[in-house]
Every structure is written in C-alpha cells, then in structure tokens.
C-alpha cells in the first residue's frame, strides 16, 4: 500500500473501492451466470486488468508532470500500450476459455465506476472519521 500511496494518494483507496465493487459483482452476478466458474474466473480478471490500468495511469501521471512537454509521444505510446495489454488478455482469455467476455468487461469498468465513486466514498469516510477525531480529542 505504500508503493501506491506513494505514486498517487488517491490510488489505494482506488484499488479498495475496485476490490468492492468486484466483491458486490460477483455477490450478485455469480446467482445469473450459467457457468458460475467463468463469471467469476472472467470477472476477477476484469479486476486485475482495472488495476494494472489504475497503477498504470497513476505512473504516466507522475511521469508526465516530470517529464512536461518534452515526453509527450513516450507517454501516449504507454498510454496506448495500457489498451492494447487490456485487449490481449481479454483475447487470451477468450481463446483459452478462462473466462467469460462479458463478466471481464464488467470487471474492467469497476476502474469508471469506481473513479467516479471513490471521491465521494472518500470524502464521507474522511468526515466520519474526523467526526470521531474530535469527539475523541475533546
């Protein structure tokens, strides 16, 4: 957790509401998969890939105010390569029957839903917690 809090301070929330999310998908969607095991194989790795995505994204955001102007083709390739590593492995998987198309997809927009989630779960649990600093120091 260090390592991510260090590259982006929103970043190990981010991947803790990701992980949620993915435990509330397969809580509900594992009761209206016809194969069980590939919804829940395809969904985690919908998950991991949103992950690497995130991290990924957190690095070429560092890079980017580090590098400035100057590093702009590097960082569209990497931005690019993120997709096309995404792509491979839903091929892979697909090929190999590891898991279920759809149920990844679902996986990888955790990472969307979980931008948009996160600042607001964040703020409320924030506000909860200084609530209870308060009464605490007072």
């Known amino acids: 957790m260090k390592l991510l809090k260090r590259l982006n301070d929103a970043l190990p929330a981010l991947v803790g509401t990701i992980i949620i999310y993915g435990l509330i998908v397969e809580f509900v ?3 209206f998969a016809e194969s069980k095991l590939l919804f829940t194989t395809g969904l985690w790795i919908g998950e991991l890939c949103a992950i ?3 991290i990924h994204i957190a690095i070429i955001i560092r890079d980017a105010v580090e590098l400035g102007e100057s590093g702009t ?3 569209a390739f990497k931005s690019v390569s993120r997709y096309v590593i ?3 492995v839903f091929l892979g998987m697909t090929y190999f029957h590891l898991g279920d198309f759809i149920a990844a997809f679902i996986g990888v927009l955790g990472l969307k839903v979980c931008a948009y989630v996160q600042p ?3 703020t409320r649990i924030l506000k909860d917690v200084d609530k209870s600093a308060e009464e605490g120091g007072e």
Do not use: Q, T
Request: avoid cysteine; charged fraction near 15%.
């Open 52 to 54: 690497f995505m995130a």
């Open 86 to 88: 995404v792509v491979v």
């Open 120 to 122: 607001f779960i964040h």
């Open 73 to 75: 083709k590097r960082l």
């Open 29 to 31: 969607g594992v009761w």
